[in-house]
């Protein structure tokens, strides 16, 4: 199973617990399943790469809209359009095995380890099935700056960080920290979110990784993200002129979220994609004490 569907699935096993429609789902599932059983023609066209995407999730969407729960239409069409093609009969049995599990009580075993990049995959495909709720519910805004305060907190607590943040602290213990931390606090799909990117993420990735979240919430509201860094906290009046700039730069709406950083001495860098533009007081400070100390190197590059 491809890691954006194993986090797709997990995403619908708690949007379902939450719905209290494990059991309804996983009947679903289990249907669909007999169906390609049944359908050796269905079965070889869902696992023919040659067959155009969207005619394959067109055929699987038209099958289960007008008999299965919403959640069962986007789980097996995003299956279909992120697993390899061959592998789709055997993900949908083991989707439909988990959530089965799942309905039944029983412990879900832990995700298998990942690297940096599969895991970010993964906690992707949980996001993929979350944005769309999100977007029905207007609450994209608040789960976006939630990631972002959350992350924050983190970044800037030792004690929590070596808990929920340490690979070395089991991955239950991790997710339990986190969920009890937001529990009240925030959105039920930030702590979702959050949850899972501690438990089944890379952990000592765990900062960047809700960064990325809330950028992709940013993202699915067409607008994209400056992280800033300021000496002193920001006046709305300079904050929205920023924002304007930056806008124009990007060519869509950019949002800002500042961080107050004292040891910048002054001014503010400004970290948007790939693009960094640093105005700092210490990183000019540092231009000019490695002027002083390499002197020649100052020669070499403007003479």
């Known amino acids: 199973m491809r890691e954006p569907v194993r986090g797709y699935g997990a995403a619908a096993i708690d949007l379902a617990r939450r719905a209290g429609s494990l059991g309804g789902i996983a009947a679903e599932l289990q249907s669909f399943v007999a169906t390609l059983d049944a359908s050796a023609e269905l079965g070889r066209a869902l696992a023919d790469g040659a067959i155009p995407l969207a005619a394959r999730r067109a055929v699987v969407e038209e ?17 279909v359009a992120a697993e390899i093609p061959a592998e789709l009969h055997g993900t949908v049995v083991a989707l439909a095995s988990r959530m089965t599990d799942a309905a039944a009580g ?47 907190i983190v970044e800037s607590t030792p004690e929590l960080r070596r808990i929920v943040a340490d690979s070395g602290t089991p991955a239950d213990v991790r997710g ?26 890379r952990a000592r990735d765990l900062v960047a990784t809700l960064g990325w979240l809330s950028e992709q919430a940013a993202a699915e509201r067409g607008r994209r993200i400056a992280h800033v860094r300021a000496a002193v906290p920001m006046s709305d009046a300079d904050g929205d002129r920023l924002a ?3 806008s124009r730069m990007a060519g869509m709406p950019v949002q800002l979220q500042v961080v107050v950083d004292a040891d910048l001495v002054g001014g503010a860098s400004v970290l948007v994609g790939d693009t960094v533009i640093d105005g700092t007081v210490r990183r000019r400070l540092d231009q000019l004490r490695d002027n002083l100390i390499n002197p020649e190197q100052r020669t070499t590059t403007h003479g």
């Not at 299965?68 to 789980?75: E, K, P, Y």
């Not at 944005?131 to 519910?137: D, F, S, Y």
């Not at 339990?176 to 930030?190: C, G, M, Q, S």
């Open 176 to 201: 339990e920290v986190v969920a009890a931390l937001l529990a009240d606090r925030a959105r039920p799909e930030t702590t979702l979110l959050a949850t899972y990117a501690a438990q089944s993420g």
């Open 63 to 79: 099958l289960l809209s007008q008999r299965s729960a919403t959640l069962t239409v986007r789980l097996l069409s995003y299956a």
């Open 244 to 246: 304007e700039a930056l």
């Open 106 to 152: 029983e412990v879900l075993p832990p995700e298998p380890p990942a690297s940096k990049s599969a895991s970010r995959e993964r906690v992707g495909g949980y996001a993929a099935a979350i944005w769309p709720v999100l977007a029905e519910t207007n609450a994209l805004d608040d789960v976006e700056d939630e990631l972002f305060r959350f992350a924050r």
